[in-house]
Every structure is written in C-alpha cells, then in structure tokens.
C-alpha cells in the first residue's frame, strides 16, 4: 500500500528517503504514493513523526495519473 507524508510543522522539511532521493515538504503541503519500501526503518522520517512534525499514513488508493490533453 502506497505512503502518504504530510508536513504538519510551520516550516519547510526536507525528508530523505531509502533511495537515496528526499522530499521538500511547504507547511501543510502532502506527498502521496510513496513506495513503503523508501519509508521502512527510516530513523530519520521517524524521529520526525515522534516530534510531531510529519503524519505518515498507508493509503488504499492507488497514486492519480497525471491527465494531459487527449488527441480523440
């Protein structure tokens, strides 16, 4: 099940991720879809959750295609 993260603090958050890659998060703002394989025994991104500063949550949906305009 994909991964939601939500910048819950007053300031921008920088969060690593697994693979190397990391998220830049605005207050408030969501990153969705988020393979749990770049969130598992993440000591970072934890420490951030017991702080209060970020909700992770496992979500059922699926992530949303980006629609662009159609030829038909």
Do not use: C, F, Y
């Not at 921008?12 to 770049?38: Q, R, Y």
Request: aromatic share 2%; charged share 25%.
């Amino acid at each position: 099940m994909p991964i939601n993260i939500t910048n819950r603090s007053k300031q921008l958050l920088v969060i690593p991720l697994n693979s190397g890659a990391t998220l830049h998060l605005a207050p408030g703002e969501e990153a969705g879809g988020i393979d749990p394989i770049e969130t598992k025994n993440n000591s970072t991104l934890e420490k951030m959750a017991q702080r209060g500063w970020v909700s992770v949550a496992e979500t059922d949906e699926a992530p949303k295609a980006k629609r662009g305009r159609g030829r038909g």
